[in-house]
């Protein structure tokens, strides 16, 4: 099961295009999931939301500033 999800994250993020913020978003989802297995405090999920958050922001604007 976890396998499985690790492999559909890993495609779903190398099939967009900027790869390399979606690698970074890629990698830090990867830990921060591993992470929650042995931890799942609600103190991490809430930090890797506005993380989350920060990042989904930070793509956004360089869409936005590309199509311009």
């Known amino acids: 099961m976890v396998m ?3 492999i559909f994250l890993y495609q779903y993020f ?3 295009p900027y790869s390399f913020l ?3 978003l890629f990698y830090y989802v990867y ?3 591993k992470r ?3 931890v799942c405090s ?3 999920l809430y930090n890797d939301i506005i ?3 920060l990042y989904n922001t930070i793509y956004y604007l360089l869409n936005i500033k ?3």
């Open 51 to 53: 993380m989350l958050m």
């Open 14 to 16: 190398h099939e967009k």
């Open 66 to 68: 590309n199509i311009l």
């Open 4 to 6: 499985q999800f690790n």
């Open 22 to 24: 979606y690698e970074l």
């Open 42 to 44: 609600i103190r991490f």
């Open 36 to 38: 929650c297995i042995f």
């Open 31 to 33: 830990s921060t999931y």
